[in-house]
C-alpha cells in the first residue's frame, strides 16, 4: 500500500509539472497582451494612487468632453436656494466677458529688463544620500531669515515607522547655505513643531529615546527633557507658547506642559488620538478629548482643564452625548462636532454642539441616508460641508446652530477610500466664502464632470468660463483638476494675494492629455491660459506665489510625473504673460517649492535631490533684480470682489470690500510695506440676503415647503402649554453682514403653540455589545423626533429585573443595568404618548470572563501520529461551554516556521502531527469578547513506539468519559496502575481516549535509553499475557480505594502502521514513470511553440511594457526616492496634529516623504 502511495504521488507530482508549465505560459502571454499598463489592452484601465503611477489618478478621468460643454454654461442658481435676480443667467455670463478689461486679453507683456536674470544659489545637504523623507520650516514673518530643514531615514517595521538616522539642518541667510545642529551623539530627531504665536519657539522630539529638546531662539540653545513616553505627537497651546500636550500612541496617554517642557505631567488615560485646544471657550486651557469606549472604534467625549484632569467635567452635560465613532470628534470654535451609529451600525447621524450646549442630532433635507461626514468650511457661524449618501455626494449649508441644513449643490465629485471619502472642493485663499468644486453631471455620454464657483459661501453656483469671447460653449468651459490630499497643490491661491489663483485644468475642446496652466486675477470669475512663445504651458507644476502676487511661478513637479526639472516658468503680471529662465543643469527631482509666510518676499526655495542616492538639494531663488524699482502710491489700484453669479454685484453677504493691490501692468515690488488693504462697508439687507429654511425649496422668488416636510422635525423640546417660533420659509444668511431695513419684518418667525407630536424613530446604544456579567453597562436613548417631555419612556432589560418607566426624555434618555448571569440580552424602549408610540431595542451579550484553563493533552506521542488536544476553559462560577459563548482559541505547536501565524479556530480540539521528535511546547490562548487567558504545555514526541488497543468490561460506561476532564483522568490512572503493575517508570507509558463508544484507549510503549530497564517488547508481553489471565484492571478512584467497580480490561490487540509492515516489493514501481515522462515532453513541446507564436505577436509592444516596467520598478522599489507629503503619517501616527500645526504656526512648511488525517493515522 505504501508503495502503491508513492508511485500515486509520482504521477500526480509530474501532472502538476506539465499543468504548471502550460499554465504559466497562459499567465504570461495574458499579462502581456491584457495588462493594464498596456494601450493596446481591452481591459478598463484601473487607477490607482501611488508614487509610479500617479499621473492617472491625477487626471482620473475629468478631463471635460464637448459633450458635456454642449450641454449648458448658464449659471446655476444654487441648491440652497438663496435669492438673486431672475434676468436671463446666459445672458449675464456673456456680458460678464465682453467687458472685461482690454489689458485683460493681451498676449504679451512689453519687458522692460529682458536683461535681468534670477539669482541661483544652489545648496547639496550631504550626507542625506539615504534619507527618505525631509521636513522644511522657514520660520519668517518678517524677523528671521531661518529656514530648518529636518532630513531622516525611515525603517517601516510591522507598519511602525522608526527614524534610523537623521540630520538637523539649519540656514541663517535664506536658505544661501545651511549647517547641521547637533543635539549630542545618537539623538534621531523625529519631527519638530514651531508654537504659532511665537517663531522662535520649537520643539524637537526623539521618539525612540523617549526625548524631547525645546529651543526659544531658533535653536541658537536648546533644553533636553526626558519624558514618560514616547512624544509620538505634540500640538502646541494656539495662544500660550509656554504650554503643549503631548501625547503617545502605543500607551494613549496624553501628558501637558505649563512650562515650555520643563515639567511633563499625564492629563489623562485612555485617550485616543483625537484631542483638541479649546478656541472660543471662556477658558482657554480647556482640553476637549476622545476617550476610548467599550467597543472598538467608539469613543467617549471628554474634556478638562490642565494642569490637571479632575473627576468632574468641565462640560457635563456634553459627556452625555455617549459613544459616538472613534476619529469623528472635531471641536471648530462655537461648535463641537461627533458621528454616531446605532446599536447595530445601520444608521450613521451627526451630533452638534453649539456654543458648548448639548449635543442635538443635525437634519438633512428629506432625512436621507447619510454615511460619512466632511466640515469644509466653520467661517462666520455656518457650517459648510459635504455628506457622502451611499450612492452620492451633496453639500449643504447650515443655520446658525449647525443643526439643521439646506442643499447647497448635488452630485458632487468625490473618491471613496476606505472607510472615507473625498471630494473635489477648493476654498480660494484670500477670498471669503469663494469655492469650487466638480460637479457629476448627467449628459448623453454619460456623467462627467464639470467645475462650478460660487461666491457666497455656496448659495449660488455657476460653471466656470474661460476669459474670451466664446463662440461656441465647447470653448468657454474650464476643467480644474482637484489633487489637494497630500502629493500636490493643483489649486493655489494665497490671503496676501487676493483675488489670484493658479490651477491646473483643461479647456472644453482640449484634446491633450496633459493640464495646462490657467490663472485668474479676479477669484475665479474669469480665466487666462499661461503660454510660452504661443504655446500652451502643459504639465504638472508646482506652483508659487511672491510678493503678494506679483510673481507667480511653476515648475515641473518630479513627485507625481517622476520628471527632472531645470526650468522655472514666472510671471511679472499676475499670469498675463510668461517668461522661462533655467534654474539648474543638474536635473533636479523637484520635490516642493517653499517661499516666507506671508509671500512678502521675492526669494523662492526649491527642495529634491538628483537620481537614486543623491543627497538633498536646495536651491534657492532670488526675483529680486526682475522687479528693482520699489512701488509707489500710483502703482496700486483699488479692486472690490463681486458675486459674479448674480445681477447685483455691488454687496457679497451684507458688505463690499475693497482691496488695494499692485497694478498688473506696474513692474514694481510690494515687499510688504505697502500691501494689500481691505475696507468693509456693510450695505442695507435685500431679498439676496436671506434663503430658504430647512423644509422649504425656492420656486421662482419664493420658498415653499418641501413635499417631505411635516411636524416630526419641530424641536423635540418644544411641548404642550408652549410655544415655538415658526419659520415663514425664510432664514437670514449666517455669515451675512447687512444692516436690517424695513424687509427684515418680512421674514420674521411667527409665535405659535406647540403641538403635541408623536415619538418617533428611537435608538439605543450601548457603550458595550459583549459585556460582563457582574459588571455596569450604560444605555443612551436617542430620538430623532417627536414631542419628549410629556412622553412615557419604558426600559425593559428582559433579564427578570423590573422594567424602568420615566416621563420625560431627559430622565430616560441614560440609563445604567447589571447583568447578573451570562447569555444573550434583547433591551427594548417604548415611547408613548398622546399621539403615539415606538419602540427600540438593542442586543446585549453578557459574558464571564475566562479565570482558568486546563490543556488535556498526552505528555508524549510518536512522529507523524495525530496527536489531540483539548482545553477546559472555566469562569469563576463554572465551567464554560468551550465551543459556545463565542470563545475562540489561537494554537502554536512549537514547530511551527519563524514569523509564521498561529492556528485560529472556534472549536476547543485540535489535532496536529509532528515530523521530528524532541521536545515541543504547545501554547493556547482562549479568548472571548472581554477576556483572554494563556496556557502552555510540553510533549515529548519519540521516533517510535509500540501501540496496543485497549478495551474493557461493561462497567467503563458508569463514567461520562465524553467531559475532557474526566477521560484525562481514566487515562492518567490506566498510565499509572500499568506503570506499577510492570514496575517500569510513567514516562515510559501513555494512554490515549480515542473512543468512548465504544470505548477505546491507545497505549504507547516508549523506548528506554537505559539497557538495564526492560524494552518495549517485553512490556507489549507483559501486558498482554496479564490482559489474557484477566488480572489486569483500572480503579479510576485510585487503589487505595476499597470498591468492586473495578474496570477490566478485557483485550488488547497490537496496532500495526506501514512503517511496521514494509513490502516485499522494495524496488521502486518505474510504470509511474513511463506514464508521467510523455506527459512532460508533451507539455515542453507545447510551451515551446506557444512562447515562439508569442514571442513573434508581441514583438511590437515589448518595449512598451518594459518601459512601463523600468518606471514601475525604479519608483515601486527604490526607498530612497523620497516622495513629498503634505499630510505625512510620521511616525504611527492614527490622527496626526502636523497639518493643523503647520497651518496654525505661522511658518511656512513642507513635508517632503520620498489540517485532515489519513485513513491510516493514529491520533496521540
Known amino acids: 500500500m505504501a508503495v502503491y502511495n508513492k508511485q500515486s504521488n509520482i504521477i500526480y507530482n509530474m501532472f502538476v509539472l506539465a499543468f504548471c508549465c502550460i499554465t504559466m505560459l497562459i499567465v504570461s502571454v495574458d499579462s502581456a497582451i491584457f495588462s493594464i499598463k498596456n494601450k493596446h489592452s481591452q481591459r478598463p484601465k484601473l487607477y490607482s494612487v501611488g508614487l509610479d503611477v500617479t499621473y492617472d489618478s491625477f487626471l482620473n478621468g475629468k478631463k471635460i468632453d464637448q459633450d458635456l460643454q454642449s450641454e449648458s454654461l448658464g449659471v446655476v442658481v444654487g441648491a440652497g436656494d438663496r435669492f438673486r435676480s431672475s434676468n436671463n443667467l446666459k445672458s449675464n455670463v456673456n456680458s460678464m466677458t465682453q467687458t472685461a478689461p482690454d489689458w485683460y486679453h493681451r498676449s504679451k507683456r512689453n519687458p522692460t529688463l529682458s536683461h535681468a536674470e534670477i539669482i541661483k544659489e544652489r545648496v547639496v545637504l550631504n550626507g542625506t544620500e ?54 549630542g551623539p545618537d539623538t534621531r530627531i523625529s519631527y519638530m ?56 500612541l502605543t500607551q494613549r496617554k496624553l501628558y501637558v506642559s505649563i512650562n515650555f517642557g520643563v515639567n511633563v505631567t499625564l492629563l489623562a488615560e485612555d485617550v485616543m488620538p483625537n484631542f483638541f485646544w479649546a478656541e472660543t471657550d471662556k477658558i482657554a486651557d480647556i482640553v476637549h478629548m476622545e476617550i476610548k469606549g467599550g467597543m472598538p472604534a467608539q469613543s467617549l467625549y471628554k474634556s478638562c482643564v490642565v494642569p490637571s484632569c479632575s473627576s468632574s467635567e468641565v462640560y457635563a452635560e456634553l459627556s452625555e452625548v455617549g459613544p459616538f465613532i472613534t476619529g469623528s470628534l472635531t471641536v471648530q470654535r462655537e461648535f463641537i462636532f461627533v458621528q454616531k451609529s446605532n446599536w447595530n451600525g445601520s444608521e450613521n447621524y451627526l451630533a452638534v454642539s453649539y456654543q458648548r450646549q448639548k449635543f442635538k442630532r443635525a437634519y438633512f433635507p428629506g432625512d436621507v441616508k447619510t454615511n460619512d461626514f466632511i466640515l469644509l468650511n466653520l467661517d462666520a457661524g455656518q457650517v459648510f460641508l459635504a455628506v457622502n449618501h451611499g450612492d452620492f455626494v451633496n453639500l449643504y449649508l447650515s443655520d446658525v446652530t449647525g443643526q439643521y441644513f439646506t442643499l447647497s449643490l448635488e452630485n458632487v465629485s468625490h473618491t471613496i477610500r476606505l472607510n472615507w471619502f473625498e471630494v473635489d472642493f477648493y476654498e480660494v485663499e484670500g477670498m471669503k466664502w469663494t469655492f469650487l468644486v466638480n460637479k457629476q453631471i448627467s449628459t448623453k455620454s454619460g456623467m462627467k464632470s464639470k467645475t462650478y464657483i460660487s461666491y457666497d459661501k455656496g448659495g449660488n453656483w455657476a460653471p466656470l468660463v474661460v476669459n474670451q469671447t466664446c463662440k461656441n460653449a465647447e470653448e468657454c468651459g474650464l476643467q480644474l483638476q482637484f489633487m489637494q490630499a497630500g502629493f500636490l497643490n493643483s489649486i493655489y491661491s494665497e490671503s496676501n494675494a487676493v483675488g489670484v489663483i493658479i490651477a491646473h485644468g483643461f479647456t472644453g475642446n482640449s484634446s491633450l492629455e496633459l493640464p495646462s496652466v490657467f490663472t485668474s486675477t479676479n477669484g475665479g470669475a474669469n480665466w487666462i491660459q499661461a503660454t510660452i512663445d504661443k504655446k500652451p504651458l502643459n504639465g504638472i507644476f508646482r506652483f508659487n506665489l511672491m510678493d503678494q502676487g506679483g510673481i507667480l511661478t511653476a515648475i515641473s513637479d518630479g513627485l507625481l510625473s517622476g520628471s527632472n526639472s531645470t526650468t522655472v516658468y514666472y510671471s511679472l503680471d499676475q499670469g498675463y504673460t510668461w517668461q522661462s529662465e533655467q534654474f539648474d543643469k543638474e536635473n533636479l527631482i523637484v520635490k516642493g517649492v517653499l517661499t516666507e509666510p506671508g509671500i512678502t518676499t521675492m526669494v523662492e526655495s526649491v527642495f529634491g535631490h538628483e537620481m537614486k542616492e543623491k543627497p538633498w538639494t536646495l ?69 439676496e440676503d436671506y434663503e430658504c429654511d430647512f423644509g422649504f425649496e425656492k420656486v421662482g422668488d419664493t420658498c415653499n415647503k418641501s413635499k417631505w416636510w411635516n411636524d416630526y422635525y419641530l424641536p423635540s423640546e418644544c411641548e404642550v402649554n408652549d410655544t415655538y417660533h415658526e419659520t415663514n420659509g425664510y432664514r437670514k444668511i449666517p455669515t451675512d453682514s447687512c444692516v436690517e431695513s424695513g424687509i427684515s419684518s418680512k421674514y420674521e418667525r411667527k409665535v405659535k403653540p406647540c403641538p403635541v407630536i408623536a415619538p418617533l424613530r428611537l435608538s439605543i446604544i450601548s457603550e458595550a455589545v459583549n459585556v460582563q456579567a457582574g459588571m455596569e453597562v450604560t444605555f443612551h436613548l436617542e430620538q430623532a423626533g417627536g414631542s419628549t417631555r410629556e412622553t412615557n419612556y419604558t426600559w425593559n432589560f ?98 511551527e516556521p519563524i514569523n509564521s501565524l498561529p492556528t485560529l479556530t472556534w472549536n476547543s480540539t485540535l489535532s496536529h502531527a509532528y515530523n521530528t521528535s524532541g521536545l515541543y511546547k504547545l501554547t493556547l490562548e482562549a479568548v472571548n469578547a472581554i477576556s483572554s487567558l494563556y496556557k502552555e504545555v510540553v510533549i515529548q514526541i519519540f521516533d517510535k513506539a509500540k501501540i496496543l488497543i485497549l478495551k474493557f468490561s461493561e462497567n467503563v460506561s458508569m463514567y461520562n468519559l465524553s467531559q475532557p476532564l474526566i477521560g484525562q483522568l481514566f487515562t492518567q490512572r490506566i498510565r499509572q496502575q500499568l506503570a506499577e503493575d510492570v514496575g517500569v517508570n510513567m514516562n515510559r507509558l501513555e494512554a490515549v481516549l480515542v473512543s468512548v463508544d465504544p470505548v477505546l484507549v491507545h497505549l504507547y510503549i516508549f523506548q528506554s535509553n537505559e539497557d538495564s530497564e526492560f524494552n518495549m517488547t517485553q512490556i507489549k508481553t507483559f501486558v498482554l499475557d496479564k490482559i489474557s489471565q484477566g488480572v489486569l484492571g483500572v480503579n479510576i478512584l485510585g487503589r487505595t480505594y476499597d470498591t468492586d467497580n473495578i474496570i477490566q480490561i478485557v483485550s488488547a490487540t497490537e496496532l500495526t502502521t506501514d512503517e511496521d509492515n514494509p513490502s516485499p516489493n522494495s524496488g521502486m514501481n518505474l510504470k509511474a514513470l513511463f506514464i508521467a515522462a510523455p506527459i512532460l515532453v508533451l507539455a515542453v513541446i507545447v510551451s515551446g511553440v506557444s512562447f515562439m507564436y508569442c514571442r513573434k505577436k508581441m514583438s511590437s509592444l515589448r518595449q512598451y511594457n518594459l518601459l512601463n516596467n523600468h518606471d514601475d520598478t525604479d519608483a515601486m522599489l527604490d526607498d530612497d526616492e523620497a516622495p513629498l507629503d503634505l499630510n505625512a503619517d510620521f511616525g504611527i501616527r492614527e490622527s496626526s496634529r502636523d497639518d493643523h500645526l503647520l497651518e496654525s504656526s505661522g511658518g511656512s512648511h513642507l513635508v517632503m516623504v520620498t489540517g485532515n488525517s489519513s485513513d491510516h493515522s493514529v491520533n496521540c
Open 193 to 248: 513643531y514651531p508654537f504659532p504665536t511665537d517663531s522662535s519657539k520649537l520643539i524637537f522630539t526623539d521618539v525612540m529615546a523617549k526625548k524631547i529638546y525645546t529651543t526659544d531662539d531658533e535653536l541658537n540653545t536648546n533644553k533636553s527633557y526626558t519624558v514618560d513616553v514616547e512624544p509620538d505627537i505634540i500640538v502646541p497651546h494656539p495662544v500660550d507658547p509656554s504650554k503643549f500636550l503631548l501625547y503617545s
Open 130 to 183: 539615504k534619507s527618505t523623507q525631509a521636513f522644511i520650516h522657514w520660520v519668517g514673518k518678517g524677523t528671521s531669515e531661518r529656514i530648518f530643514v529636518l532630513t531622516c531615514k525611515i525603517d517601516y517595521k510591522n507598519r511602525i515607522s522608526l527614524v534610523e538616522h537623521s540630520q538637523l539642518w539649519r540656514s541663517d541667510d535664506y536658505g544661501s547655505s545651511f549647517k547641521v545642529m547637533s543635539f
Open 619 to 687: 536651491i534657492k531663488l532670488n526675483f529680486s533684480q526682475l522687479l528693482p524699482k520699489k512701488c509707489e502710491d500710483k502703482d496700486y489700484i483699488d479692486w472690490i470682489p463681486k458675486d459674479y453669479n448674480s445681477v447685483n454685484t455691488s454687496c457679497l453677504l451684507g458688505s463690499v470690500v475693497h482691496y488695494r493691490r499692485r497694478n498688473s501692468s506696474a513692474l514694481c515690488y510690494s515687499g510688504g510695506t505697502s500691501g494689500t488693504t481691505k475696507e468693509n462697508k456693510s450695505c442695507v439687507c435685500t431679498q
Open 798 to 895: 428582559n433579564d427578570s429585573s423590573p422594567s424602568k418607566e420615566d416621563i420625560g426624555f431627559n430622565n430616560a434618555s441614560m440609563k445604567k443595568h447589571i447583568f447578573h448571569k451570562s447569555g444573550h440580552y434583547m433591551v427594548s424602549v417604548t415611547a408613548v404618548n398622546v399621539k403615539g408610540n415606538t419602540t427600540a431595542v438593542a442586543h446585549v451579550h453578557v459574558q464571564e470572563p475566562i479565570a482558568n484553563a486546563y490543556i488535556v493533552a498526552p505528555w508524549a506521542c510518536v512522529v507523524k501520529m495525530q496527536v489531540t488536544f483539548s482545553i477546559v476553559v472555566a469562569s469563576h462560577a463554572r465551567l464554560v461551554d468551550s465551543n459556545s459563548d463565542h470563545m475562540h482559541y489561537i494554537w502554536r505547536f512549537g514547530d
